[in-house]
């Protein structure tokens, strides 16, 4: 998932790295610019990954946290919406580890690239729609430090209904989509939330506006299915694992209902750029989520060394830069 609360909780000091790969080639961050008729400004037609950099615990190396599962996920949502003519896998890897050593990254970061549709071919009529239209490619990148300590937000059950996977396929990050999201948060925002949990078409819990979505009940840890209009999120995937293969927990993936939302004990989200964080009030209801001893704290200090290098195990989810 992404990066919407990171301006309103998080707020770290987000600043911009000097080059950017644009044009099949690394320009300075102020010449990427596209025209107003691009398609996917106009019509919401591109994919991205949100992907995270991590120094090591003793800041002598950075390492990109499971780097392959998100170009291989950027890539199926890519062929979603026909943008094709792009680097392949491995290409996209190199591109990505040569931005960061030509931004002389040395510390945490943020990585994001975007494939989108760009002009009609010759011969090709205006119009909203997928053929006929070329592709393009760019990846920027720029420091997000990782939380210092561990905060809890107030989040609301949201109105607004998560899109179905029939009408945008939720499995794939498309800029389009995230109008869905933009509202359910400006809503909770102008409510006084930090951010909405939000109903799918079935009227269960789908996910947050940007984040996949965990709620804790007598020990148990309790997340959406991935048949709930979710998006499989990496990290989503990774708590998941840690939870049963490092920490012990049982982990159910199925259907929850609004009414066992505010029963749950405890509630955090997961994402690429949010990490994980704790809500701390859903509604009216306060949850424990923010204790020494709670099960959101054991899966953020576990999640924090996992990305450091500290889990030496789980050593292959980490690329190395330098």
Not at 191 to 207: I, K, P, R, Y
Request: proline fraction near 4%.
């Amino acid at each position: 998932m992404d990066t919407a609360f990171e301006a309103q909780t998080l707020k770290p000091k987000v600043v911009h790295h000097p080059f950017v790969y644009f044009n099949n080639k690394y320009v300075p961050f102020s010449d990427a610019l596209l025209p107003v008729t691009t398609q996917a400004f106009n019509y919401g037609t591109g994919v991205f990954e949100g992907i995270r950099a991590y120094l090591s615990e003793d800041k002598k190396s950075l390492n990109i946290f499971r780097l392959d599962e998100h170009i291989s996920r950027f890539r199926k949502s890519s062929e979603i919406l026909l943008l094709d003519s792009l680097p392949d896998n491995e290409q996209i890897k190199e591109i990505i580890l040569n931005l960061l050593i030509k931004n002389d990254v040395t510390s945490d970061c943020y990585i994001r690239p975007i494939a989108f549709k760009k002009n009609l071919l010759p011969g090709h009529g205006f119009g909203v729609k997928l053929s006929g239209v070329s592709s393009e490619l760019s990846i920027n990148t720029l420091n997000m430090p990782s939380r210092s300590e561990l905060k809890g937000i107030r989040c609301t059950i949201s109105k607004w209904q998560r899109i179905s996977d029939n009408s945008i396929p939720v499995g794939a990050k498309i800029t389009g989509g995230y109008i869905n999201s933009a509202l359910a948060m400006e809503s909770a925002n102008r409510a006084g939330f930090d951010d909405a949990l939000m109903l799918n078409v079935h009227g269960n819990l789908a996910e947050a506006t940007t984040s996949n979505v965990f709620i804790i009940k007598n020990g148990i840890i309790i997340t959406p299915s991935l048949n709930s209009h979710i998006l499989d999120g990496i990290t989503r995937n990774t708590v998941i694992h840690l939870a049963k293969q490092e920490l012990g927990i049982n982990v159910e993936e199925r259907e929850i209902s609004p009414s066992e939302i505010l029963r749950a004990d405890e509630c955090f989200l997961t994402g690429t750029g949010s990490e994980i964080v704790p809500v701390t009030q859903i509604d009216h209801i306060n949850l424990n989520s923010t204790g020494r001893n709670s099960i959101t704290t054991k899966v953020n200090e576990l999640y924090m060394k996992t990305v450091r290098g500290n889990i030496k195990s789980l050593s292959n989810w980490l690329t190395t830069v330098y």
